[in-house]
């Protein structure tokens, strides 16, 4: 199977991982020299250059996109043309009609669209998960998904200060696609509104707080951006509250990150006792070896994606979720803009044939 990667900072990472889950990366492109060069010991073997223009060519089956944030749907639909299935990292799209007509290309392509979403994949999304189709949490009423960064002033300033950056020039809500997707994954829902709020006024741009209507009528909130006080910098907590139960990640460092809670008051079972317990995840291991925690959703997803185009598998995450995700960004921003005015998300739900 011959893998193309476009962008060669969290796509070298990617690259390395599609190896070893049996995907041969053979061509790989990357603007900065640097990085090309960084990269030529890490893939011996593949093509390397400077334009991903450049891959259309190269008789690839699949490619992954982890160019920057905001320029991803062009490519995706570049590919899709050509009859390459495509792997994208977030955001689907930057704005609604790039969405619309990434959903057209990828419909009418021979070729598939997965989004590179782990977080929806990670252990304790999959914990949860699992109480929820046991019937456990019962009919969801509330999903809270939060996505935050403890970091220094300083390192907030470099990553989100720099116009020139893609951190520097998009919206404060559109990197969302790592609680949103999550709370799509778990409801099955789609999103129908949204309504945006800047944490601190005086730095409008360090986090935000999203409430999404979801399809059921359940509700959503969502946190994303750098706050201070999480155990570690790269966090992710979900909690969904149902009719019988509440089922949620266990706010802790470590290995205890990736556990879930789950209680159920006593008048939900038969002997009339309360059940609260903490749930470990099984270990995820790729060719004998156990993988780290933080790589799983990786994993899966990339095994996912390989499926999909070796076997006809279905995308773990296919076009219409991954556009719906990213247009509440887009819709968030919209709401900023209008004193936080509930802003409607485009209904992606109706049509067949979605890949």
């Given amino acids: 199977m011959r893998i193309g990667v476009v962008g060669l900072k969290m796509g070298l990472y990617l690259a390395t991982w599609c190896r070893r889950v049996g995907m041969d990366v053979v061509a790989a492109c990357d603007h900065d020299p640097q990085r090309r060069a960084e990269a030529r010991e890490q893939l011996p073997g593949a093509t390397l250059t400077g334009r991903w223009q450049d891959l259309l060519d190269h008789r690839l089956d699949g490619v992954v996109l982890a160019n920057d944030f905001d320029a991803h749907a062009p490519l995706a639909h570049a590919f899709l043309e050509r009859g390459v299935h495509v792997l994208s990292e977030a955001a689907a799209c930057a704005n609604e009609q790039e969405g619309l007509r990434l959903v ?14 782990n977080y929806a994949l990670h252990p304790h999304l999959r914990l949860i998960r699992q109480a929820i189709d046991a019937g456990e949490v019962g009919r969801i009423s509330l999903v809270e998904a939060d996505y935050l960064h403890g970091m220094s002033p300083e390192t907030v300033t470099a990553l989100i200060g720099d116009p020139a950056h893609w951190r520097g020039r998009i919206a404060p809500t559109a990197y969302c696609t790592h609680t949103l997707s999550p709370v799509l994954a778990l409801t099955g829902e789609w999103p129908v509104e949204v309504t945006a709020f800047e944490v601190d006024e005086t730095d409008a741009r360090a986090a935000v707080v999203m409430v999404v209507r979801l399809s059921s009528g359940a509700l959503a909130v969502t946190r994303h951006g750098f706050l201070q006080g999480e155990p570690d910098s790269h966090w992710s907590w979900v909690s969904v509250r149902g009719a ?3 089922a949620e990640s266990v706010r802790g460092p470590g290995e205890r990150a990736w556990s879930v809670r789950v209680r159920a008051e006593g008048w939900t079972s038969p002997d009339n006792r309360t059940r609260d317990e ?8 790729l060719a004998g ?34 556009v719906a995700a990213s247009l509440v960004g887009v819709a968030g921003a919209e709401s900023l803009k209008n004193g936080s005015r509930p802003i409607p998300v485009p209904d992606l739900s109706g049509a067949a044939g979605r890949r």
């Fill in 244 to 246: 019988r139960a509440l």
């Fill in 104 to 117: 057209e290309a990828a419909e009418r392509s021979s070729a598939t669209y997965s989004f590179a979403e």
């Fill in 278 to 285: 903490e749930r470990t995840p099984p270990a995820l291991s």
């Fill in 289 to 322: 070896e156990t993988v780290e925690r933080a790589a799983e959703g990786t994993v899966l997803l990339l095994q996912g994606f390989r499926a999909t185009i070796e076997r006809g598998e279905p995308p773990l995450i296919p076009v219409r979720p991954a």
